[in-house]
Structure formats: structure tokens, C-alpha cells
């Protein structure tokens, strides 16, 4: 019933910037939290920055500084501005997201079909 669309990956070069966006749709009563994660070839899934409801933000220590994780409520919609990027940010970005459905229901969650960066010179 909830649908994440991710946009903004691409191929760019050490040191250059992206944006990536995530629009969540679909039965969504509130959200709680939405975020980033990625993984790369061989290594686990791991957090790269979240966003509660209230706006507190939390990033990993290998992008802090040069990443930023924001939200506009009103579109259900989460970007991540990657500044500086290095090879070894090189992964698939998931969006994710948590949430209720109504007032009373359980915490949900959602994930995004990925997409692809690649910082490579």
C-alpha cells in the first residue's frame, strides 16, 4: 500500500556533489521517522542519516559534515544532499521509512527499490 520512489543517483566524480530524493504515497496517517541507508558490494547494510517527525537528525561518522538530511512533510518527501563524495560512498541508497497507518496501529516501515551512486573518477 506505500510506495517509496527514490530519484537522484548517478555517476559523478570524487569531490562532486548529488541530491536524492525519496516521495513516500500511499496509506499514511503520520510518519515517524524516514531515512538513508546504504550498501555496498560485500558489505552490510548500514545507516547513513535519519530524520525523525520532530526533525532530529542523526548521520554516520563517515558522512558527517558532508552529507544533509532533510524533509518536507507536506510531500511526504526526504532528500539527501551528498556533498565531497568519495569512492567510497560508492552504493545502493535505500530509502526508508516508518510509520502508522492510523492512530492507533502498529509501527510500519517501507523501503525504497534503491539507487545506484557511483563516485569514480
Known amino acids: 500500500q506505500v510506495q517509496l520512489v527514490e530519484s537522484g543517483g548517478g555517476l559523478v566524480q570524487p569531490g562532486g556533489s548529488l541530491r536524492l530524493s525519496c516521495a513516500a504515497s500511499?496509506?499514511?496517517?503520520?510518519?515517524?521517522?524516514m531515512g538513508w541507508y546504504r550498501q555496498a558490494p560485500g558489505k552490510q547494510r548500514e545507516s547513513v542519516a535519519g530524520?525523525?517527525?520532530?526533525?532530529?537528525?542523526n548521520y554516520a561518522d563517515s558522512v558527517k559534515g558532508r552529507f544533509t538530511i532533510s524533509r518536507d512533510n507536506a510531500k511526504n518527501t526526504v532528500y539527501l544532499q551528498m556533498n565531497s563524495l568519495k569512492p567510497e560512498d560508492t552504493a545502493v541508497y535505500y530509502c526508508?521509512?516508518?510509520?502508522?497507518?492510523?492512530?492507533?496501529?502498529?509501527?510500519?516501515?517501507?523501503w525504497g527499490q534503491g539507487t545506484l551512486v557511483t563516485v569514480s573518477s
Open positions: 530524520i525523525s517527525s520532530l526533525g532530529n537528525t
Open positions: 526508508y521509512v516508518g510509520y502508522y497507518r492510523d492512530y492507533v496501529g502498529n509501527a510500519l516501515h517501507a
Open positions: 500511499g496509506s499514511i496517517f503520520s510518519i515517524y521517522r
